[in-house]
């Protein structure tokens, strides 16, 4: 790995590899499955743990993989897993510990059409399952929706900078579209692990085992049998979440200043979906764009406000309708608010996007 930036062609698969080495990250589990299968496959291509000390295994199951990551995170390592949909369902009470055992995690999630096994083709029907948390219990992942190979580049020093900020899992969640597509990149200059002594400075909660830990006894458990304790720890978490939702919402907007209309969309479909509206306005109608970055936190207030001075909203997703119940949670009900998506891998190109807008609203011009 270079110590400068390096200007690359690869897939967003390929890309996360890349910038989990780069970032310093200690270690990686994970397991194969179709679209995410080359985050693994170009690990072990590059194989960091003779450059940079990075492990990198393939475990032998997706609980397997995740409980790895679990006890990495309790010694205060930069660890991380990646799967993609039905993998990471299988991975949901692991991330529930890690989120209730207050632990510092990246994971990422390239989403595949379902229920079930279902498709190998992409799909956005993962957001009700990373949004509002997938496993059991009141937790919160912070949520990061990449639309650009670059974006799977950068969001993975971001996921790892705010899970280590808040001592709270993060997530990638890529459409499969994003994680095969190919774009030029920049990769960051190569960042140096921790070492122990930085670790224990940094994460004095740690199970370290390490004599930087002066001698203190760590213990990391999400088990607590008495309930007025247990609920002082949903407490603490609900007062992280409170603080993340104040200072990490990140969104787009495009077209906003003048909009009669506007889409909510993220991911790739964002991107298809600044093309319909290049065609919306080409016919004298006024549409704009916000695209939610995380997705949790979501940017409630901005869509809130923006939909006070609009007629309609559409989002569109490839699911059957996820993100649009919070879209109508930010404004109210005070703005129809209208759902278009396609499924079983299905992508929707721009002329569907603007035939389902003049169907939801007729009479815009």
């Not at 492990?55 to 397997?64: D, G, N």
């Not at 055992?101 to 190998?120: D, K, S």
Request: charged share 20%; net charge negative; hydrophobic share 40%.
């Amino acid at each position: 790995m270079s110590d400068r930036e390096e200007v690359r062609l690869m897939k967003g698969n390929e890309a996360i590899a890349h910038a989990a080495i780069r970032y310093g990250v200690d270690g990686y589990f994970g397991y194969p499955i179709t679209p995410q299968s080359e985050i693994l496959e170009t690990l072990e291509e590059l194989m960091p743990w003779e450059t940079t000390g990075m492990v990198v295994l393939q475990a032998e199951s997706e609980v397997a993989a995740i409980n790895m990551v679990y006890g990495g995170a309790c010694t205060g390592k930069a660890v991380m897993t990646s799967s993609s949909s039905p993998g990471v369902s299988l991975k949901q009470e692991g991330i529930s510990y890690i989120a209730a055992a207050e632990l510092p995690a990246l994971i990422v999630n390239v989403m595949r059409g379902g229920p079930g096994l279902g498709t190998i083709q992409p799909s956005q029907g993962d957001y009700f399952q990373a949004c509002k948390g997938g496993g059991h219990g009141d937790y919160h992942l912070i949520v990061l929706a990449p639309a650009t190979v670059q974006e799977m580049v950068d969001f993975v020093a971001l996921g790892f900078d705010l899970a280590f900020k808040y001592n709270n899992p993060a997530m990638i969640l890529a459409d499969g579209v994003v994680g095969q597509m190919m774009e030029k990149v920049v990769l960051p200059p190569q960042r140096p692990r921790r070492t122990p002594e930085q670790i224990a400075e940094q994460c004095p909660w740690a199970v370290t085992g390490h004599a930087a830990s002066r001698g203190k006894r760590n213990v990391v458990t999400t088990l607590e049998l008495e309930p007025n304790k247990m609920e002082v720890n949903n407490l603490r978490f609900q007062k992280t979440y409170d603080e993340i939702e104040k200072n990490e919402v990140r969104y787009q907007e495009y077209f906003t200043d003048d909009a009669d209309y506007l889409i909510v969309a993220f991911g790739s479909v964002a991107r298809i979906c600044l093309k319909a509206i290049e065609i919306l306005r080409e016919q004298g109608i006024k549409v704009g764009l916000i695209r939610p970055i995380t997705l949790w936190p979501f940017p409630k207030k901005a869509i809130h406000d923006l939909g006070q001075r609009t007629k309609g909203i559409l989002t569109v997703e490839l699911n059957a309708g996820q993100m649009v119940e919070d879209v109508r949670l930010a404004v109210e009900c005070k703005v129809p608010v209208a759902h278009f998506g396609r499924m079983g891998g299905i992508v929707v190109n721009p002329n569907e996007v603007v035939d389902a807008f003049h169907k939801q609203f007729p009479d815009a011009k």
